[in-house]
């Protein structure tokens, strides 16, 4: 099982930048397709997240929601146990309380959640 630490959150203005972290513990972080979900304010708790981005488990394929391709990129360094999502341009809607999970893919994109959440990290935009 991978724990899940996500960071990087915090209070920006439209058209900024951010760059959130997950840190995974355990030595099997390397086997795993990693993504980003969030879920914005205001939203069913119990409806699933919201799929922002994922990553297999070597790096080399990605997928993204419409609604961030060309401005968020997911990368992720296997050597430091972390997943990356580097937000660009961003926009108030936006806002939301960002998560990483591990996941499973098929044929490159997103198809179900495999493990639990982190704690996920507060981003605001602001217009």
């Known amino acids: 099982q991978v724990q899940l630490v996500e960071s990087g959150g915090g209070l920006v203005q439209a058209g900024d930048s951010l760059r959130l972290s997950c840190a995974a513990s355990g030595r099997t972080f390397s086997s795993y397709a990693m993504a980003w979900f969030r879920q914005a304010p205001g939203k069913d708790p119990g409806k699933e997240r919201e799929?922002?981005?994922?990553?297999?488990?070597?790096?080399?394929?990605?997928s993204y929601a419409d609604s961030v391709k060309g401005r968020f990129t997911i990368s992720r360094d296997n050597a430091k146990n972390t997943v990356y999502l580097q937000m660009n341009s961003l926009k108030p809607e936006d806002t939301a309380v960002y998560y990483c999970?591990?996941?499973?893919?098929?044929?490159?994109?997103?198809?179900?959640?495999?493990?639990?959440w982190g704690q996920g990290t507060q981003v605001t935009v602001s217009s």
């Open positions: 799929f922002v981005a994922s990553i297999n488990s070597r790096g080399g394929s990605t």
């Open positions: 999970a591990t996941v499973v893919l098929y044929n490159g994109s997103y198809r179900s959640r495999l493990g639990d």
